[in-house]
């Protein structure tokens, strides 16, 4: 019997390091009615001598920029090859077989990375700018550990000192990954910790708080504002992290163009919403220019519904109050999620520049309880091969939703969508979903 080899050439599209983004966008230049964060006490917006005791000046500037694009450094372009960068767009073939739908579905590739997620594009950037500036620590917050590896990969490479907050419930859930951390030179604490004082304040009402992020924002900005030496960093939610992040949308569209792929659809999930963002936004100004019909679609986990519960309004960023307040979909700065898997959307809010944009009406959201984003993940682990972190299979579970429904109305949908992470480092959430004792947690805790 004989085999056909014929490799469909849409299968996997590469690009060439010298295709790196040279540029990130800065949506912000596009969108309408973009309103600054407020000083928490003047309510008047805030400046950068106000942000100066958080974030060194260069990340500063780039925050409060107007500007469509900013330069990426010669040297972060380079740091972007270490982390496998221009990463792969690749159809997942095998899926499309499974579902028996005529839709095409393609993913890009960000599990690639040594950290395992996109997240380092951002990481690199901001460890850049705070050795530019001369700074040499800074602090923190992570949910399931993504964001703190790569900063402490980053931070390594620029010779920074590192100490990480991390999320108490994915501390223990995921001891491998602040293994990572700890071996690219970082201290790692459990948040809410007893090394600040408003660690041990949560402490004393609840011993037993599983944590949230809102919380780990709160202790890294404390130890930061007391030294002004030390600056913090931000994984997610901020204007600048999310230009960083870029770079996978500005690769997306290259690639499509070279494979002549329209997508119908760009699918992503979102917690605080870095990787949506990036993927989706250099795309999106397309359609704010009306040369697109793509629909844009973000899957968030039922436990922190953000934009399909939440109100857009002004909240912090943190659970103690001690950012400026930022105009978002939010659940309330002191919203606690279920101690869901997906500890990288257990956030109470959302980037103001993809609220903005979802107020506007250029995306939509759908919430997944987290059973049934792990039932994606497996299925997705058995046809292509990658087993994803839980954050990526909201993603993947929105994407196998749509193929369906390009099933039963018979039409050829193209869906396009960000895995923006593996799930290696997560076996003990597939262990619980395969032994049949994972909890729905698509309830919110208030």
């Not at 009615?33 to 000083?39: A, S």
């Not at 996109?118 to 850049?128: D, L, M, P």
């Not at 359609?287 to 002004?314: H, M, N, Q, W």
Request: hydrophobic share 35%.
């Amino acid at each position: 019997m004989g085999f056909n080899m014929a490799i469909k050439k849409d299968f996997r599209v590469t690009l060439s390091p010298e295709e790196i983004p040279k540029k990130w966008y800065n949506i912000a230049a596009d969108l309408k009615n973009i309103v600054p964060p407020l000083h928490p006490g003047t309510k008047q917006p805030v400046t950068a001598k106000d942000m100066e005791p958080i974030f060194c000046k260069s990340f500063i500037k780039q925050e409060m920029s107007m500007e469509r694009y900013i330069p990426i450094p010669t040297e972060v372009r380079e740091k972007y090859m270490l982390l496998n960068r221009p990463s792969p767009l690749q159809r997942a073939v095998n899926l499309e077989k499974a579902l028996k739908t005529p839709a095409k579905i393609y993913f890009k590739r960000e599990d690639l990375s040594p950290v395992g997620s996109h997240k380092g594009n951002s990481a690199i950037a901001q460890a850049y700018l705070n050795a530019k500036d001369g700074i040499h620590t800074i602090t923190t917050e992570t949910g399931a550990g993504q964001w703190g590896s790569a900063l402490a990969l980053a931070s390594s490479m620029f010779d920074i000192d590192c100490t990480v907050y991390m999320v108490r419930v994915s501390y223990d859930q995921k001891p491998f990954r602040r293994t990572i951390m700890e071996t690219y030179g970082s201290k790692v604490y459990a948040s809410p910790s007893t090394t600040t004082e408003y660690g041990r304040k949560v402490l004393a009402q609840d011993p037993k708080t599983s944590g949230s992020l809102g919380m780990a924002i709160t202790e890294a900005i404390e130890v930061a504002v007391k030294d002004p030496n030390i600056k913090y960093s931000l994984g997610s939610v901020l204007n600048a992290v999310m230009t960083h992040q870029t770079v996978i949308g500005q690769e997306v569209m290259l690639q499509m163009d070279k494979a002549e792929i329209e997508p119908d659809y760009m699918v992503g999930c979102v917690g605080g919403g870095s990787n949506f963002s990036g993927f989706a936004f250099p795309m999106m100004r397309q359609k704010i220019l009306k040369k697109t019909d793509c629909e844009f679609v973000a899957a968030e986990p039922k436990a922190a519904a953000s934009f399909t519960e939440g109100e857009y309004r002004y909240d912090f960023g943190d659970t103690g109050g001690m950012t400026p307040l930022l105009k978002m979909f939010t659940l309330g700065s002191e919203f606690v999620p279920s101690p869901i898997h997906a500890g990288g959307l257990r956030y109470h809010g959302m980037s103001p520049l993809l609220s903005a944009a979802y107020d506007q009406g250029l995306l939509t959201a759908r919430a997944y309880d987290q059973t049934e984003t792990f039932e994606a993940g497996v299925m997705f682990a058995k046809c292509e091969g990658i087993i994803p972190a839980p954050e990526s299979s909201h993603a993947i579970k929105a994407a196998i939703d749509l193929a369906l429904e390009a099933k039963a109305k018979r039409k050829a949908k193209t869906i396009v969508f960000s895995l923006s992470g593996h799930g290696l480092l997560d076996l003990a959430g597939y262990e619980k979903h395969i032994g049949g004792k994972l909890s729905s947690s698509s309830r919110s805790k208030k």
